[in-house]
Nanobody, 114 residues
Framework: QVRLVQSGGGLVQAGGSLRLSCTVS????????MDWYRQAPGKERDLVAT???????NYSDSVKGRFTISRNNAWNIVYLQMMNLKPEDTAVYYC????????WGQGTQVTVSS
């Protein structure tokens, strides 16, 4: 059974930083592409960042230069380091992977105050 367990998040002032973690079990993590999504109230869930099995990364324009996605294949963890946070980054953040089907983390709230 594939499980994605998230940690991190919380409340931070604008300009601050947070790091999200997502620990994966039940899948061959080192072969999996990992994604971070976010969903703000009343909005659709949007892709924020992706890291492939070989470490290639891609970011949405809204977070490029401020967020960094990384992975630790020894510990089956994917991270999202978020810097220079803005109020518009406020959302519930989800990690996701595809292993026979989509698997999602439980979500974690990030709130950025102005």
């Amino acid at each position: 059974q594939v499980r994605l367990v998230q940690s991190g998040g919380g409340l931070v002032q604008a300009g601050g930083s947070l790091r999200l973690s997502c620990t994966v079990s039940g899948a061959a993590f080192k072969y999996a592409t990992m994604d971070w999504y976010r969903q703000a109230p009343g909005k659709e869930r949007d892709l924020v960042a992706t890291i492939s099995s070989n470490g290639a990364t891609n970011y949405s324009d809204s977070v490029k230069g401020r967020f960094t996605i990384s992975r630790n294949n020894a510990w089956n963890i994917v991270y999202l380091q978020m810097m220079n946070l803005k109020p518009e980054d406020t959302a519930v953040y989800y990690c996701k992977t595809y292993w026979h089907r989509d698997h999602w983390g439980q979500g974690t709230q990030v709130t950025v105050s102005s």
